[in-house]
């Protein structure tokens, strides 16, 4: 069964940085693309940011460019986000998918975490 789990998230001050880590298990996701995707209260999911299966591609949420990294790491089936210089427009849950194709498409993603909730306050 393909799973993917979130975890790094919490509350941290405005300026701060996280690492957020998503480990997938199911060999099949190696071949896989993940995104980072956030749901902030009230609000609709957005995309944040995306990684190809191997790591060579990657695109980011014009909110976040500059700001938040993505990279993978295949033999610890592990994606990571960093994320700096937070602000508290930034606060949501965090969730990552896989999808056999890479987009920044939510609908393209079928596998999905539970989310880890990150919220930036002083």
């Known amino acids: 069964q393909l799973q993917l789990v979130e975890s790094g998230g919490g509350l941290v001050q405005p300026g701060g940085s996280l690492r957020l880590s998503c480990v997938y298990s199911g060999f099949t996701l190696d071949y896989y693309a993940i995104g980072w995707f956030r749901q902030a209260p009230g609000k609709e999911r957005e995309g944040v940011s995306c990684?190809?299966?191997?790591?060579?591609?990657?695109d980011y949420a014009d909110p976040v460019k500059g700001r938040f990294t993505i990279s993978r790491d295949n033999a610890k089936n592990t994606v990571y986000l960093q994320m700096n210089t937070l602000t508290p427009e930034d606060t949501g849950v965090y969730y990552c998918?896989?999808?056999?194709?890479?987009?920044?498409?939510?609908?393209?993603?079928?596998?999905w975490g539970q989310g880890t909730q990150v919220t930036v306050s002083s």
């Open positions: 998918a896989g999808s056999p194709y890479y987009s920044k498409e939510q609908r393209r993603y079928d596998y």
């Open positions: 990684i190809n299966s191997d790591g060579s591609r990657t």
